[in-house]
């Protein structure tokens, strides 16, 4: 197995598990192949990480891959057609398929008079339109043979001029007689009807077909309530095909031609930027930048500075642009347009997921290289939020558990730099308060929490923080002032959907505005649920002890693995109670049996049954 450098390593690690497209370039900077993959991260990393012994040009070209880049897409064929643009644009030396020059096909209206529909592997510049290309051949056949069903169009290869019509040169064929055609041969169909037609066709090329999927799905129906399901079945499957259709691919649009198509993502002092190169329907190159922030700069100023450097480097001369808002940029002959539906966005949306996972990846990696940055990063926005006097490395944060006062429990749950430290985790017994008081069981446990730590000498929280509102904060509060410490402490409260909505602080209580997206926030979010979950816990392990001992323990002659046994068997002890003693003796044997179940129903004393035995 081929040595793999540091860079490469690091790309490999953070290679996304989604279809697209890959680029290996070598120590030169030239793309020498590129490839296409359902998950990108196992097909790249199988060209490193597997053997290669009985293929010597993967080998080779392994060893001259310097960098890699990537393109994200949507589909598997989205990638297919992406790696036949690249290919096409590039030629990389390493590409087989550069010796087989296969195109893929389009949908063609012909420039004529009465135009034909057909299919076509050759674009020529006649005049006429081309929609396409179609990575899946059945998808254009099955297409092309609904629009001949559907519309009654010409398939002959006539030149239908006016003035050879009015020759009467043509006789009508089959295809009029099986009413597959009206006879615009013969002059029985106008051109401006026929016209007509192919506006209606044309319309259903670029994606506009969901009335006819409709007449699809009533036909489809209509077949079934007749008890004709070969018929169904049929029409079936032309659905489920033209529904593919409909979402075909964002790759290519015969319509869109030498466009750029910018997105723009930030996170805190970084602007990331993409852009997408589309040359005669394709997406040919695709590119992301990074800009650090120095002073305050608008978006629109940082997509403009990033407009002017990512065509530069691509030597675009696109007139127009796609963008997601305007930039603060004037150039000459070229338009800036702002898509809200159809192809436009959906290219948009692309180079949008392109540059949110060029941003993952940059913060994975740089998480990686320095992994203390990123609880720096959180601690440093909660102190900012606090306004604390130092970072709070070390956070306790405490909840209480109880079902109408009973089996009252409490959990404190530690982070250190902004991790868990669950060998600190405690667990508490209520043992001062009778009844369901939340408040009075927070000040006893936070009582006798600061009181341990402080007969051990252990190190003190940098900051508390109470699973609830004012009133747990308050309790905190009162606790403290007793024990003279001075920590402080914040609320994390919930909404009606139980759902962390908000921090408070300072007393009285103030909230804290937090965006439900913030890094913070779902740090906060994950922590209230941590503890959440450790005093539940907790709890229901108390109440399940409590149950086995009020009930089990007091038939004299059993032990604990029988107890186990009848509970991993019938789950709870009112079934045990109920269930009959044959079903008993299946678990733990007649004699256990007879105990268990003469001490619920009474018949005898454990001792007497203990004798007969």
Not at 119 to 143: A, C, M, Q, W
Not at 330 to 340: A, C, D, E, R, S
Request: aromatic content about 8%; some cysteine.
């Amino acid at each position: 197995m081929t040595e793999i450098s540091e860079h490469i390593k690091n790309i490999l690690n953070h290679l996304p598990d989604s279809p697209g497209v890959y680029q290996y370039f070598n120590k030169e900077g030239a793309i020498i192949y590129v490839g296409k993959a359902k998950n990108l991260s196992k097909r790249v990393s199988s060209y490193f990480y597997k053997d290669h012994s009985d293929s010597p040009k993967t080998r080779v070209l392994v060893k001259r891959i310097e960098d890699i880049k990537y393109i994200v897409v949507n589909s598997e064929e989205d990638a297919l057609l992406l790696e036949n643009n690249l290919i096409k644009e590039h030629q990389p030396r390493y590409n087989v398929l550069l010796k087989d020059d296969k195109t893929y096909p389009h949908l063609c209206i012909k420039n004529e008079p009465f135009p034909r529909i057909l299919k076509t592997r050759h674009v020529i510049k006649d005049g006429s339109e081309y929609f396409g290309p179609y990575s899946s051949v059945p998808v254009l056949n099955t297409f092309l043979e609904l629009i001949h069903k559907t519309f009654q169009l010409r398939t002959c290869n006539y030149a239908l001029t006016d003035e050879n019509i009015e020759r009467k040169k043509f006789k009508v064929c089959l295809q009029y007689h099986i009413k597959r055609c009206e006879g615009p041969c013969e002059g029985l169909q106008t051109s401006e009807d026929y016209r007509k037609t192919i506006n209606e066709i044309r319309e259903m090329a670029k994606g506009n077909i969901q009335a006819l999927c409709h007449n699809l799905w009533n036909e489809m129906i209509a077949f079934s309530n007749e008890r004709k399901y070969e018929e169904a079945q049929k029409v079936k499957e032309k659905y489920e095909m033209i529904e593919r259709y409909r979402s075909r691919s964002i790759i290519v649009s015969q319509t869109l031609n030498n466009i750029d198509v910018f997105s723009y993502d930030e996170q805190e002092n970084s602007a990331y930027i993409n852009i997408l190169h589309v040359v005669n329907g394709c997406v040919v190159q695709g590119l992301t930048i990074e800009y650090r922030k120095r002073l305050d700069e608008s978006r629109r100023e940082l997509l403009g500075f990033a407009i002017f450097e990512l065509r530069e480097r691509l030597q675009s001369k696109a007139k127009e642009m796609i963008v997601p808002f305007l930039p603060d940029l004037k150039l000459n002959g070229v338009t800036f347009t702002i898509p809200k539906l159809g192809d436009k966005k959906k290219l948009l949306d692309l180079s949008k997921q392109n540059v949110q996972q060029y941003k993952f990846d940059k913060l994975k990696q740089t998480e990686k290289l320095n992994i203390d940055q990123r609880a720096t990063r959180i601690l440093s926005a909660l102190q900012n939020k606090l306004k604390l006097e130092k970072l709070p490395m070390h956070i306790e944060c405490f909840d209480n558990s109880n079902i109408q006062g009973s089996d009252a429990v409490a959990a404190c749950v530690v982070y250190k730099k902004a991790k868990p430290a669950t060998r600190e985790y405690r667990h508490y017994n209520i043992k001062t308060v009778i009844g369901p008081d939340d408040y009075a069981s927070m000040k006893e446990v936070v009582s006798r929490r600061y009181t341990r730590l402080l007969e051990e000498a252990s190190p003190l929280p940098d900051l508390i923080i109470a699973d609830g509102g004012a009133g747990q904060m308050e309790m905190i509060r009162q606790a403290l002032e007793e024990l003279d410490l001075k920590i402080p402490i914040a609320g994390l409260a919930k909404n009606k959907q139980h759902r962390t909505n908000e921090l408070l602080f300072g007393f009285p209580p103030k909230a804290i505005g937090m965006k439900a997206t913030d890094e913070l926030y779902k740090f906060l979010a994950r922590m209230q649920d941590e503890v959440h979950r450790v005093a539940i816990t907790f709890h229901k392990l108390k109440r399940s002890k409590g149950q086995i001992t009020s009930e089990l323990d007091t038939v004299k002659g059993i032990g604990t693995k029988t107890k186990q046994e009848l509970l991993t068997h019938f789950k709870s002890v009112e079934r045990i109670k109920k269930a009959p003693e044959n079903e008993l003796a299946k678990v733990v044997g007649n004699k256990r049996a007879s105990i268990i179940y003469a001490h619920f129903n009474g018949d005898l004393s454990a001792s007497e049954l203990l004798k007969k035995f």
